[in-house]
DNA sequence: TTTATGGCTGTCA
DNA sequence: ATGACAGCCATAA
């Protein structure tokens, strides 16, 4: 059929969206749960994201790493603080060049990424 | 439908 | 800086 021109986006899975932004985070930056939820439309909905992450079909492919929660710290699941790969995320995050404090957090100051357009810091053209 | 539970967050002690 | 609590909102039971 000719509509399988889309089968890399999977524009019907209802965390779409949070995919998208979380897809844009470049190397090198984070983003916070917050911070996605926001941009991605559902303002307060963080843990939504974090069971987006959770979730997300093997099939795509985004930087889940390169989200954290709001301490500049990384956030994992419950089943994984038993087994010990928490380490994880923060060898693929190293690898990308971000630095993590003595207690293990990100400065967020730093290391942040901004989006292209910041929400409300100017009215709407005049 | 009601309750419990999260890869969260901001506030307060 | 750390810990407890209350909002937040989609899933799971």
């Known amino acids: 059929m000719a509509f399988h021109l889309q089968p890399l986006l999977h524009l019907h899975h209802p965390y779409a969206g949070v995919y998208a932004v979380v897809k844009k985070i470049p190397r090198g930056k984070v983003a916070t749960y917050g911070q996605i939820a926001l941009l991605a439309g559902m303002p307060r909905a963080a843990r939504q994201v974090g069971l987006a992450l959770r979730i997300t079909p093997g099939s795509i492919k985004i930087p889940w790493h390169r989200v ?45 990424w901004l989006p292209p357009s910041p929400p409300s810091l100017e009215m709407p053209c005049c």
């Open 68 to 112: 954290i929660n709001a301490q500049g710290q990384i956030s994992m699941r419950q089943h994984d603080w038993q087994s010990g790969g928490d380490d994880y995320q923060r060898v693929l995050l190293e690898n990308e060049g971000i630095e993590f404090s003595a207690a293990g957090k990100i400065n967020l100051k730093k290391f942040r």
